[in-house]
């Protein structure tokens, strides 16, 4: 992990507008995520976990959304001041977003290699044949641990399982080489085994290619393996953040600790103790 | 020893293909269950984990097997009182309630027709059943969709509480809810089987919540059962390669206990 901010987010406040109302989201969210780390926000649904992460890709309706104020600087650059046309630069490029539900993700009457080759081409810094970007594609899906890439690139979402299509997913977002990968819940529809085979597999990413990972969960177990810091986001507030060991083993907010309290637990170090 | 409650042999469940070989959903699974005791079955997605809970409470046929309560065998027609004895909680907390039902009217149901109440000794019985599940009295004549997620189940709770059946069968009731109002459903859930010795069938992916809730453990994968036990035996010193694989999958915080 490096001194160097990768990702600014200073007093940012969104608002909603329905008929003329305008509600706020929230108000002054303030952090930072620093070049290489993993960074986990948690909080309950409608805490803000995903419209914060969606507000740093851009991805609110632009006729619906307002940020009266704040700024999201990502690698020095203010990014609510971009046009359109420069956050396509940027989103898939250099920030690529991983979603919960893989399935309505993709595209249903595409095959996963025509998707693939399409998003390659698009991005690619100079021009490639479909060959070529099909070539790249495999190369990708290898990268995930799919082995059938062969087959695989001929299918359509629906013939592969939860797990397979998540790795697609994160294979897409990796096309690019991003800078920051934001993960919005993208085990929580998975199965156990299946989870644990995702997480390693980002955690293996992360390493390899120095990637910075802003990972969205609610499930704490998921924070303490992938986390280096924790967020804890409440009713649009952050209420408490801090290394994962600070959060996990002295909590200094009553939310917090509410949070840590009602986390189902199975006590595997007791039981290891024991003669 | 004493009678169990509940006795499920050689249960299968096979879908006929056409043009295909069948699918075997569920292979001869046996098990019992005691008054008062929480089953929890984990395994996958497609391990059949469902397909078990929906024939036990005869949401589904039987292919073959047999399914005794009480010491006598469940029919494929199934009695009133079978029925009534044996309730379902969904995991979609909102939908599986009538969006045109008041919660009254959803509650009224089953007291109507399992035990023919009616007038003031109805309305008393809703007002307990609210008191029970911990929604407040006012709330009888709100819609489910004025209601929180949270809340929706423990109105689901409720209705099935309203038969007052000897067996609940749980499938995924807290998985579409936030960590802190599903401890709360589960807190629920342990008071109504201490008070009133209601046993369980749990069905849940999180397997945190079947070692919170369950005595006893069945694992399933592709329709059988790989394992079952003591809720801590098999947690603790998981026996089949399979069980292994999933205790060793779960996220763990590995920190001592301590309350925050």
């Given amino acids: 992990m490096s001194e160097e901010k990768l990702l600014e987010i200073k007093?940012?406040?969104?608002?909603?507008?329905?008929?003329?109302?305008?509600?706020?989201?929230?108000?002054?969210?303030?952090?930072d995520i620093y070049q290489g780390e993993t960074v986990c926000l948690v909080g309950e649904s409608g805490s803000g976990k995903s419209v914060t992460a969606k507000a740093i890709m851009r991805l609110l309706?632009?006729?619906?959304?307002?940020?009266?104020?704040?700024?999201?600087?990502?690698?020095?650059?203010?990014?609510?001041?971009?046009?359109?046309?420069?956050?396509?630069?940027?989103?898939?490029?250099?920030?690529?977003?991983?979603?919960?539900?893989?399935?309505?993700?993709?595209?249903?009457?595409?095959?996963?290699?025509?998707?693939?080759?399409?998003?390659?081409?698009?991005?690619?810094?100079?021009?490639l044949s479909r060959r070529q970007a099909l070539a790249q594609a495999k190369k990708l899906l290898a990268q995930v641990d799919i082995r059938h890439a062969d087959e695989v690139v001929k299918q359509y979402p629906f013939q592969l399982s939860g797990g397979m299509r998540q790795r697609v997913m994160i294979a897409m977002a990796l096309s690019s080489r991003?800078?920051?990968?934001?993960?919005?819940?993208?085990?929580?529809?998975?199965?156990?085994?299946?989870?644990?085979?995702?997480?390693?597999?980002?955690?293996?990413?992360?390493?390899?290619?120095?990637?910075?990972?802003?990972?969205?969960?609610?499930?704490?177990?998921?924070?303490?393996?992938?986390?280096?810091?924790?967020?804890?986001?409440?009713?649009?507030?952050?209420?408490?953040?801090?290394?994962?060991?600070?959060?996990?083993?002295?909590?200094?907010?009553?939310?917090?600790?509410?949070?840590l309290n009602s986390m189902p637990r199975i006590y595997f170090q007791e039981q290891t103790e024991l003669p | 020893m004493e009678q169990a409650l509940l006795e499920v042999s050689h249960l299968s469940k096979i879908y006929k293909r056409k043009g295909g070989p069948d699918f075997s959903a569920v292979k001869e699974v046996s098990f019992s269950l005691s008054k008062g005791e929480a089953l929890g079955i984990v395994g996958e997605s497609g391990s059949g984990k469902t397909t078990v809970a929906k024939m036990?409470?005869?949401?589904?046929?039987?292919?073959?097997?047999?399914?005794?309560?009480?010491?006598q065998p469940v029919e494929s027609r199934r009695s009133k009182d079978t029925k009534r004895n044996i309730q379902y909680i969904f995991q979609?907390?909102?939908?599986?309630?009538?969006?045109?039902?008041?919660?009254?009217?959803?509650?009224?149901?089953?007291?109507?027709?399992?035990?023919?109440?009616?007038?003031?000794?109805?309305?008393?019985?809703?007002?307990?059943?609210?008191?029970?599940?911990?929604?407040?009295?006012?709330?009888?004549?709100?819609?489910?969709?004025?209601?929180?997620?949270?809340?929706?189940?423990?109105?689901?709770?409720?209705?099935?509480?309203?038969?007052?059946?000897?067996?609940?069968?749980?499938?995924?009731?807290?998985?579409?809810?936030?960590?802190?109002?599903q401890s709360q459903i589960l807190e629920l859930l342990q008071e109504l089987q201490r008070s009133r010795g209601i046993s369980y069938i749990f069905i849940a992916h999180g397997l945190e919540v079947i070692y919170t809730i369950s005595n006893r453990v069945l694992v399933m994968k592709q329709g059988e059962v790989v394992e079952t036990g003591a809720t801590t035996q098999v947690f603790h010193s998981p026996q089949h390669a399979y069980t292994q694989t999933l205790i060793q999958s779960i996220p763990k915080i590995e920190l001592p206990y301590f309350e925050y």
Avoid: W
């Fill in chain 1, 11 to 31: 007093d940012l406040s969104v608002a909603f507008r329905k008929n003329q109302v305008t509600t706020p989201v929230f108000s002054g969210l303030s952090f």
């Fill in chain 1, 61 to 127: 309706p632009t006729d619906s959304v307002s940020y009266p104020e704040g700024e999201i600087r990502f690698n020095g650059q203010d990014l609510l001041s971009h046009s359109e046309r420069e956050m396509e630069q940027i989103r898939g490029d250099q920030i690529a977003m991983v979603f919960q539900d893989a399935l309505s993700a993709l595209n249903p009457v595409y095959t996963i290699g025509t998707q693939m080759v399409d998003l390659i081409r698009l991005h690619a810094k100079e021009k």
């Fill in chain 1, 178 to 259: 991003p800078r920051l990968l934001i993960a919005d819940e993208p085990t929580t529809a998975l199965d156990v085994t299946v989870q644990s085979n995702i997480l390693k597999l980002i955690r293996q990413l992360k390493e390899q290619f120095g990637m910075t990972i802003l990972f969205i969960t609610h499930d704490l177990g998921v924070v303490y393996e992938m986390a280096d810091r924790v967020l804890v986001l409440r009713q649009g507030e952050l209420v408490e953040s801090g290394t994962r060991d600070e959060i996990f083993t002295r909590p200094r907010h009553t939310y917090t600790k509410q949070l």
């Fill in chain 2, 56 to 71: 036990v409470a005869g949401m589904l046929p039987v292919t073959s097997g047999s399914i005794m309560l009480d010491g």
């Fill in chain 2, 92 to 181: 979609d907390p909102v939908s599986s309630l009538n969006p045109r039902l008041k919660i009254k009217d959803i509650l009224a149901e089953p007291l109507k027709l399992y035990f023919k109440l009616s007038g003031e000794s109805l309305d008393n019985r809703i007002h307990k059943l609210l008191d029970d599940v911990g929604i407040p009295k006012s709330y009888q004549d709100r819609y489910p969709k004025e209601l929180s997620g949270g809340q929706c189940q423990r109105i689901g709770i409720a209705r099935a509480l309203a038969a007052e059946p000897s067996i609940m069968v749980c499938d995924e009731p807290t998985s579409a809810l936030d960590m802190t109002i």
